[in-house]
């Protein structure tokens, strides 16, 4: 391929040269003809099309006084093919080839582009090694070749580059050790190269001579010490080393980076002690040097860091107190120093800080009680405080922490009973973990409305009594643990406690029940004579059970023998073997909710369709959808519901009537179900059939054709469609279980509708009808929050949600390998900023570049869809919310 690709270059060239006219004085390469042979290699969609003026084609600047392209923009089209042609443009200055498909070498011809200025070349799969011709690019400012698979060293040829002042090279495969020559470039301001197979030290000049101000070298292999001249003209605002093997001490030079904004150092093996010049840095707004072997007191220093919202010191080697003049940060969110040898009292100095979010002091050795006004921060979600030797009693004011959505008290010394207050915090989502204490007395019957909550865990304490039926209010449960205790009587009959082992509830000698097996016994109080009637009653009712199973055996071997005649005498009256009889599945059961319908769905002739392959049109993550073409000359999508969720058949009535109520839920961004069958042990579920198919064929399939022409207005109204159908559904209390472009199916205006909407309710668990065997969601949408909680919520379909936007926004997929290991299209948009991308970078340059007022609502709407996917689900708008900020965008 390459020597054809190279044959080709030189046909091209042979074929200008044919051109020129003879008695110029010097060769010129006309660009329009470079331009044109690009877009036919390439495939730029859009080029040549209603112009010949190439300079006003997509992504070409030309210079004011000649037809020379200086500027080269190919961003975001999804591109592959040949790009060493590009190298004969030869007034270039800028070029962005960035997120597309190129492969293969970056072309050494690169290196001929003497003008440029700016190369990016991020977000590929270009491989090998980075060829040293580029360091010929003396005028080169930014080179980014993120995201890429090379290899090999960074080559000394690109010395050379001293003009150079943004070097990206992240989440490759590049190994060796970092240059020396790299501090010696005097311009340079950004050097990202985290993600790599780095090894050796970070280079001691590092920033000695230049105005360094963002160092990412985070996921390498460095050792040696941090140097100290990292802040040596004090520039640095960004420092990221984390998940190196980096140790030494932290340099106090460090405090000569007033500017400094984030210090990630985790992940290491630093020693000593935080330096007293970290109170310096007044513009520090996070510092995380978790997991090293730090030590010494914490340092009151960092109370004068007035800007900083999040301190983590976890699991290091401190000791000592929490400075009370952190109640001086007003910002800080996060305060997590778990896992160190810190004692004393909670630190009721941090709880003064009004905007705390999360409070982490598990694993350590605390020894205090707990202070009455812990949640005088109205915003504390996370309150960890497990593992240490707090004593006293839980103060009834634990009540007021209303936004908790983690309680962790376990591995203490907890005295006294459990306040009845703490069924007030009715956001309880993640965790309540009170075990390992000395907690005695009844459980408290409140505890049955955290409706939320989704693991409970009392056990090793001295807890006494039943354990209340109100309980059966916790609807979320998955994990439950009442082990080691006092409780007596039965297990109340409620599914998270029958789902749970029998470890759960073991170490109770009076508690009786399944999961623990066998009966309760007489230990309900029942006297032996009125417990004898039970037996004998039981046993009555087991001979009755008996008989009546043999009755009803026989009589279905009867039917089924009278059936297998009748069907011996049709196959014979049609001329049929019974073979070909057998091998046409029967509908059981089936209706059409539309009346003007039925003549026209003929199901005989759906069963047929989902029977051939050729007919499928999608696999989703509950069903796979048919297209059934009725001899009416109606088509249908029909959905099979997949064998995982067949249990649903065992409760045909309250199916029906689910579908029936569905089918009059009328909104204009809602696809509704218009009937079902049965057969077998299968569901079909019919529903009109849509030919400009999803949202996912819109965006990534049809946007490639050559024929494509970018409309941001239908993605918008799009957008906006499928937020309201959401908000409606939230509205009637439905929550969705699989929200995807994949299930946004588009009509022949490009109106969206929510589909899959029905299979939220059949697999409702609280329901009845059957329980989600699938994980709840597809692939690259999952919140999440779900990895832990297992439940589908409001807040999770909004996340969702979000995703669908960014998928608007961008046309990049929720998955991609583009975007490396572990990451999706969520943290990719959000990990921007960290790459120093812009947001226009986001979004889909087709879409973005075409005008200023397009670009304007593309990124109103990328707002919202960082909203939607923020990490914490209790930060998310509610979706009649989005709706309102969609509507914004689209009357402004």
Same mark, same amino acid.
């Given at each position: ?87 004969? !443009?030869?007034?270039?200055?800028? &070029? $962005?080839? /960035?997120? *597309?498909? =190129?492969?293969? #070498? %970056? @072309?050494?011809?690169? +290196?001929? !582009?003497?003008?440029?200025?700016? &190369? $990016?070349? /991020?977000? *590929?799969? =270009?491989?090998? #090694? %980075? @060829?040293?011709?580029? +360091?010929? !690019?003396?005028?080169?400012?930014? &080179?980014?070749? /993120?995201? *890429?698979?090379?290899?090999?060293? %960074? @080559?000394?040829?690109?010395?050379? !580059? ?9 989440? *490759?495969?590049?190994?060796?050790? %970092? @240059? ?713």
């Amino acid at each position: 391929m390459a020597l054809l690709s190279s044959l080709l270059t030189v046909v091209f060239l042979v074929g200008l040269l044919s051109r020129f006219q003879p008695g110029n004085s010097q060769l010129v390469f006309h660009d329009q003809d470079v331009v044109e042979a690009i877009g036919k290699e390439l495939s730029v969609p859009g080029w040549g099309v209603n112009t010949t003026n190439f300079c006003s084609w997509h992504g070409i600047i030309c210079s004011s006084n000649s037809s020379m392209v200086e500027r080269l923009d190919l961003s975001g089209f999804r591109l592959q093919g040949n790009v060493t042609l590009i190298s004969e !443009l030869k007034a270039l200055k800028w &070029l $962005d080839l /960035s997120n *597309n498909n =190129f492969q293969g #070498s %970056i @072309p050494v011809a690169f +290196g001929n !582009l003497s003008e440029l200025q700016y &190369l $990016d070349l /991020s977000f *590929n799969k =270009f491989g090998n #090694s %980075i @060829p040293g011709e580029l +360091g010929k !690019l003396r005028n080169l400012r930014a &080179l980014n070749l /993120s995201k *890429n698979w090379l290899t090999g060293a %960074i @080559p000394d040829e690109l010395e050379g !580059l001293e003009n150079l002042q943004d070097f990206q090279i992240f989440t *490759n495969n590049l190994n060796g050790s %970092i @240059p020396m020559w790299i501090g010696n470039l005097t311009n340079l301001k950004i050097f990202a190269a985290y993600e790599n197979e780095f090894s050796g030290e970070v280079p001691v000049n590092l920033g000695l001579y230049s105005e360094l101000s963002l160092l990412n070298l985070h996921s390498n292999q460095l050792e040696g010490t941090i140097p100290e001249s990292i802040c040596a003209n004090g520039n640095l605002k960004f420092l990221v080393l984390t998940q190196n093997k980096l140790t030494g001490m932290i340099p106090d030079s460090i405090g000569n980076c007033k500017g400094l904004s984030s210090i990630r150092i985790g992940n290491n093996k630093l020693i000593g002690g935080i330096p007293k010049s970290i109170g310096n840095i007044s513009s520090l707004t996070y510092f995380e040097a978790d997991s090293n072997s730090l030590s010494g007191e914490i340092v009151s220093e960092f109370a004068k860091c007035s800007n900083l919202t999040l301190l983590n010191l976890a699991s290091n080697e401190f000791n000592g107190t929490i400075p009370p003049e952190f109640g001086q940060l007003n910002n800080l969110q996060e305060f997590i120093v778990s896992g160190n040898n810190l004692y004393g009292e909670i630190p009721t100095s941090v709880l003064k800080c009004k905007n705390l979010n999360k409070l982490d002091l598990s694993n350590n050795k605390f020894n205090g009680t707990i202070p009455a006004d812990i949640c005088n921060t109205s915003r504390l979600q996370y309150l960890l405080l497990g593992e240490n030797s707090i004593r006293g009693e839980i103060p009834h004011e634990i009540g007021n922490c209303v936004k908790l959505l983690e309680l962790e008290m376990g591995n203490n010394d907890l005295t006294g009973s459990i306040p009845p207050e703490i069924g007030h915090m009715k956001n309880l989502q993640i965790s309540l973990n009170l075990s390992h204490n000395r907690l005695h007395g009844k459980l408290p019957q409140d505890l049955g409305k955290l409706d939320k909550l989704v693991s409970l865990d009392v056990s090793d304490n001295q807890l006494s009594g039943n354990i209340p039926p109100a309980l059966k209010g916790m609807q979320s449960l998955i994990e439950v643990d009442f082990s080691s205790n006092q409780f007596t009587g039965p297990i109340p009959t409620f599914a998270p406690f029958q789902k749970s082992p029998n470890s759960s509830f073991l170490g109770n000698k009076g508690l009786c029940g399944d999961p623990l097996g066998g009966g309760c016994g007489d230990l309900n109080g029942y006297d032996h004579s009125i417990y004898g009637h039970k037996v004998s009653y039981r046993i009555v009712l087991a001979v009755i059970g008996s008989g009546l199973a043999v009755f009803v055996s026989v009589t279905v071997v009867v039917l089924l023998f009278m059936l297998r005649e009748k069907q011996e005498k049709a196959a014979k009256e049609a001329g049929n073997t019974i073979d070909e009889i057998s091998s046409q599945p029967v509908i059981l059961a089936g209706n059409v909710f539309v009346d003007n319908l039925k003549q026209a769905i003929d199901f005989d002739a759906v069963v047929k369709a989902v029977m051939k392959d050729s007919n499928k049109i999608c696999v989703g993550t509950f069903s796979t959808v048919y297209r059934a073409d009725m001899p009416s000359g109606m088509i249908l999508s029909v959905k099979k519901l997949k064998s995982m969720d067949k249990t649903i058949i065992h409760h045909q009535s309250k199916m029906i009537r689910e579908l029936e109520k569905l089918s009059k839920l009328v909104h204009d961004n809602l696809a509704r179900p218009i009937g079902f069958g049965i057969y077998e042990d299968v569901v079909l579920l019919l529903h009109q059939y849509y030919d400009n198919g999803t949202l996912t064929q819109y965006l990534h399939n049809s946007s490639q054709k050559p024929e494509y022409k970018p409309d941001w207005p239908t993605r918008l109204a799009i957008a906006t469609g499928v937020a309201e159908g959401l908000a409606f559904l939230h509205h009637v209390a439905i929550i969705h279980l699989d929200i995807s472009s994949g299930n946004v199916l588009l009509d022949s205006n490009f109106r969206p509708l929510v589909s899959e909407v029905e299979i939220s309710r059949l697999l409702d668990p609280s329901r009845g009808t059957a329980s989600i065997s699938a994980v709840a969601g597809s692939f690259g949408y999952i919140p999440p929050e779900y990895a832990y909680t297992m439940q589908v919520t409001a807040p999770g379909n909004v996340y969702s949600y979000g995703v669908v936007l960014l998928e608007i926004l961008t046309t990049r997929l929720p998955v991609d390998e583009a975007f490396g290991e572990g990451i999706d299209l969520v943290k990719w948009v959000h990990g921007a900023p960290v790459r120093g991308e812009t947001p226009e970078q986001i979004l889909d340059a087709r879409l973005s570049t075409i005008s200023f007022s397009w670009r304007k609502e593309m990124l109103a709407a990328l707002k919202v869809a960082l909203l939607c996917t923020d990490v914490t689900p209790a930060k998310r708008p509610k979706m009649k919310k989005v709706v309102e900020m969609l509507q914004e965008i689209t009357e402004s």
